[in-house]
């Protein structure tokens, strides 16, 4: 097991939701996150996305399949769930010991969906 897999499934949420922000052409999170020299700006830009993040979640759609998503030039983007405190609380701790946490969560957000995560949220 690869630390990408272990990186993907410990802050699969917050890989979700960056992910969700890519797939709208919303890059600045990701970018903020990725390119962020020290822990501070990670933090902010997490806190500013999942912030937006609710926002968007509660005004989107809900389909046939109780899924939420959102249209986008035709498009349907499901929308996944919000990462969990804990979630959040880790990821931050693990940036403030190793900055390539943060650059490695934005590197697998900018990835290509796996097909379990193609068909919706949670």
């Given at each position: 097991?690869?630390?990408?897999?272990?990186v993907?499934?410990?802050?699969?949420?917050?890989?979700?939701?960056?992910?969700?922000?890519?797939?709208?052409?919303?890059?600045?999170y990701v970018?903020?996150?990725?390119?962020?020299?020290?822990?501070?700006?990670?933090?902010?830009?997490?806190?500013?996305?999942?912030?937006?993040?609710?926002?968007?979640?509660?005004?989107?759609?809900?389909?046939?399949?109780?899924?939420?998503?959102?249209?986008?030039?035709?498009?349907?983007?499901?929308v996944?769930?919000?990462?969990?405190?804990?979630?959040?609380?880790?990821?931050?701790?693990?940036?403030?010991?190793?900055?390539?946490?943060?650059?490695?969560?934005?590197?697998?957000?900018?990835?290509?969906?796996?097909?379990?995560?193609?068909?919706?949220?949670?």
């Amino acid at each position: 097991m690869g630390v990408n897999y272990m990186v993907e499934t410990e802050y699969e949420g917050i890989v979700k939701m960056l992910r969700f922000f890519v797939q709208t052409k919303n890059f600045s999170y990701v970018d903020r996150i990725g390119n962020a020299l020290n822990p501070e700006p990670v933090e902010v830009a997490l806190l500013e996305a999942i912030r937006a993040f609710r926002s968007i979640r509660e005004s989107a759609a809900v389909g046939e399949n109780g899924r939420r998503f959102v249209e986008k030039d035709g498009s349907k983007i499901p929308v996944p769930g919000i990462p969990t405190e804990m979630e959040v609380k880790e990821f931050l701790e693990a940036v403030h010991r190793d900055m390539s946490v943060a650059k490695l969560v934005a590197t697998l957000a900018l990835s290509y969906p796996s097909k379990r995560e193609e068909g919706g949220d949670e």
